[in-house]
């Protein structure tokens, strides 16, 4: 291969997960439309989540994304918006509670609470970043993904540093390409995400998957 053969399969590798990307987010949007956003943003994610998982853990890269992203959002329609409701009501949870102990009459006892809570929203965070990588990586009963979620981030602090840094790199990236989010919006977010968990997950137990046979 000469290095100009080199150059124009590496322009085009990179044009194409240029346009993967960008038609991720162009998905995202129109079934998070479709589900009318309360019903369809977290199915939605979970699909896009799964496409990427696909993509780096199958051996044949060469699948229909539309299709493969469609069929995942139907199957888990249901299961996605009930993980990420209950997301929902614990991060309000732990919200309004916050908020009360903060406003609640000086006390060294409430302060503590206060520090307490600010600590589970820092955890519960995390667990927003990493529990739909899980979703769509494991079959599990619904209660045992936030659980998972919990043993991997204090289990493998190394992990979660990468991911939390993960983030961070990406949200300073969109903060000073802001054409870039316009671009591709979520999709680079979950795909670093993905990739990142996809990293920490057990080898012996990627065969335990959810991504449907597209």
Known sequence: MTRMEGLFIGVYRIGEWVARLAYINFLWMMCTIIGLGLFGFFPATAASFA????????????????????GYFKEN?????????MLLLIGLFLYFDLRFFQTAIS???????????????????????????????YDFKMKDYLKYSLILIIGHPFHTAKVLLSFIVVYLIYSHIPILFFMF????????LMWVSC???????ITVEKVGQN
Do not use: C, Q
């Open 107 to 137: 006390h060294p006892i409430f302060s503590l609470i206060s520090a307490v809570f600010l600590v589970l929203i820092f955890l519960f965070f995390i667990v927003l970043l990493i529990i739909f990588p899980i979703f769509v990586h």
């Open 77 to 85: 329609l249901k299961t996605a918006n009930i993980l990420g409701y």
């Open 51 to 70: 496409v990427f998982r696909k993509w780096f853990l199958d051996e044949d890269k060469d699948f229909y994304i539309g299709k493969t992203y469609w």
């Open 199 to 205: 990293l920490a997950f057990p080898k012996e137990e």
């Open 185 to 192: 919006g979520s999709s680079i977010l979950f795909g670093v």
